[in-house]
């Protein structure tokens, strides 16, 4: 197998879907002639032709609001926004429209559309282009919300997502585009939306993360196992919504701890659904409350103080320790 990049692995998704599916159809933001901000779309306007690789203007609400009416005909159109912090203009179209096809047309429309956008921090952007509010999409009804972590995964995940009949937003962690790779096969393969899993076992305490915190999460995981012989159990979400909490908190039964990380506000945020989820029903398996280890509740700073506000490593670790301590 080869080893790709989760950029590659995208694009490589993409590739193999409009090759078998004549109703994908990609459009976007400069996605065409210079294949996308950070390359994701690359070559696919050249193979396709510009009438399956469409370059639209800067109107992100015009971008969603396309894809929606092309979905409701019978296509399946991948929408990209450049950046999450740019995807509040179509909000109103998914939330209004594209969430609430299937239920006001009593199942007779469904919304087959993705929208693709790299979010979070990581890689020193400017203001509107590291937010991590993925909540706003996960909080919406009839919307899917995923987040993969690694390369194989983001492959996988996309290929479910253009095929599933629903639509989903999907956003991309940028940190993790060219952080690493890894084998990816050429195949087919697909994962569920809607289940996690588990990126490393463990019975001392449950770490749960996604997207780019899984990196630094699975860090303090190894340091805690080397340095203080903790074995760490890391759930890897995947989708915030559908959530699949069976994974999470059959592993809190199971270490009676847990730690969530995430690099969105701690108010509010992904963490506090999951944690309200374990108090639900593992309540009498906790030897400690569950800890947060999060962004702060203000804008992410520029990249000066960028490091400072997103969870690494040693944040993760004093939020472990002091669980443990309990």
């Known amino acids: 197998m080869a080893k790709m990049n989760m950029v590659q692995a995208l694009n490589l998704a993409l590739r193999q879907e409009m090759e078998k599916d004549d109703r994908v159809i990609l459009l976007g933001e400069d996605i065409g002639v210079d294949g996308g901000v950070f390359r994701v779309t690359d070559g696919l306007l050249d193979t396709f032709g510009p009438k399956r690789v469409l370059d639209t203007p800067l109107a992100e609400s015009a971008i969603a609001g396309c894809s929606i009416g092309m979905a409701v005909y019978g296509l399946r159109p991948v929408a990209e926004i450049q950046f999450s912090g740019f995807s509040y203009y179509a909000f109103h179209q998914m939330e209004a429209h594209a969430s609430r096809m299937r239920p006001r047309s009593q199942g007779r429309y469904t919304v087959p559309m993705v929208l693709r956008a790299p979010y979070g921090g990581g890689v020193r952007a400017l203001e509107h282009h590291s937010e991590s509010r993925e909540i706003y999409w996960a909080h919406t009804p009839g919307l899917k919300m995923v987040i993969p972590s690694t390369p194989r ?174």
Do not use: N, W
């Open 153 to 326: 995964l983001a492959r996988a995940l996309l290929v479910s997502a253009i095929r599933d009949p629903d639509p989903v937003v999907f956003y991309e962690p940028k940190a993790v585009y060219r952080a690493f790779r890894e084998e990816v096969p050429e195949e087919e393969e697909t994962f569920p939306i809607g289940k996690s899993r588990v990126a490393r076992p463990g019975g001392d305490i449950t770490l749960i993360s996604y997207g780019a915190s899984l990196m630094p999460t699975l860090e303090a995981a190894t340091e805690l196992s080397e340095k203080d012989g903790v074995e760490c159990e890391v759930i890897d979400l995947l989708s915030l919504s559908p959530l699949d909490d069976q994974l999470f908190v059959e592993s809190v039964k199971k270490t009676g701890r847990a730690v969530v990380v995430h690099e969105a506000h701690a108010t509010y945020g992904a963490g506090a659904e999951v944690i309200a989820r374990i108090v639900e029903k593992a309540l009498l398996y906790l030897e400690a409350p569950v800890s947060r280890a999060t962004g702060f509740d203000i804008v992410i700073p520029l990249y000066q103080r960028e490091k400072d506000y997103l969870p690494g490593v040693p944040r993760i670790l004093k939020a472990v320790r002091q669980t443990l301590a309990f």
